[in-house]
């Protein structure tokens, strides 16, 4: 499977122009760049907490995808927001646990600075 082109070809990622940069053995990166659209503030652009959800849900989502070769389905996504994410957002992605129902992935999500703006663990369907 294409991970690259099966994550470019998502409607909703490509609405918000989620690229997947790296995807290798249970790991992912991606990033999204930050524009006017996605905040949620009219003063200064800081990403809705949609926005940095479905980030970190497409990257582990590709993280996984690395290992199990087919599309995974949310289960279930928790998120725990740390700051405000301005500038371009970055998500890093590990798989902690690989089974054949299900995987659980660790998202951890970056402001353009380098502050860690969110935490995040996703379930996905596997079988």
Do not use: C
Not at 23 to 43: C, F, P, T
Not at 91 to 98: I, L, P, S
């Amino acid at each position: 499977m294409d991970i690259e082109a099966f994550f470019e070809n998502m409607p909703f990622a490509d609405l918000l122009d989620i690229e997947i940069t790296t995807v290798d053995n249970g790991y992912a990166e991606g990033h999204i760049q930050m524009r006017e659209e996605l905040s949620w503030n009219e003063d200064q652009i800081m990403a809705h907490g949609g926005v940095t959800f479905t980030l970190a849900d497409t990257v582990g989502g590709a993280a996984l995808v690395s290992l199990v070769d087919q599309p995974v389905p949310t289960i279930d996504m928790r998120i725990d927001y740390l700051e405000a994410g301005t500038g371009d957002l970055r998500a890093e992605a590990d798989v902690v646990r690989h089974g054949g129902d299900v995987g659980v992935v660790s998202v951890e999500v970056y402001a353009e600075d380098g502050t860690q703006v969110a935490d995040a663990r996703g379930v996905y369907k596997t079988g």
